[in-house]
């Protein structure tokens, strides 16, 4: 059982950054593809980023490439999302996940943590 605990939300103005991390444990962090996820108010939940388990394989929305950064830290089973020129629009509840295969289910998710860009 992979236990998933994301950190760094927050409220910030239109065009400042955050990063989000989320901590993992229980497993074998490596043999997880890893994924931020996130939810607005009355709208179903939406892929943001992709990492590979061993970071060589990423993809991104539409809506996030070019602004968005994920990566990972192996050695401290630590998931990163670094959030650039962030827009009201990004404003929800972002959580991390974990998959065994990089396309398949989602085996584990976080509780979430949630990111507000006012105006």
């Known amino acids: 059982q992979v236990q998933l605990d994301e950190s760094g939300g927050g409220l910030v103005q239109a065009g400042a950054s955050l990063r989000l991390s989320c901590a993992a444990s229980g497993g074998t962090f490596s043999h997880y593809a890893m994924n931020w996820f996130r939810q607005a108010p009355g709208k179903e939940r939406e892929f943001v980023a992709a990492?590979?388990?061993?970071?060589?394989?990423?993809h991104y929305a539409d809506s996030v490439k070019g602004r968005f950064t994920i990566s990972r830290d192996n050695a401290k089973n630590l998931l990163y999302l670094q959030m650039n020129n962030l827009k009201p629009e990004d404003t929800a509840v972002y959580y991390c996940?974990?998959?065994?295969?990089?396309?398949?289910?989602?085996?584990?998710w976080g509780q979430g943590t949630q990111v507000t860009v006012s105006s």
């Open positions: 996940a974990a998959r065994t295969s990089y396309w398949g289910e989602v085996d584990f």
């Open positions: 990492i590979s388990g061993s970071g060589s394989s990423i």
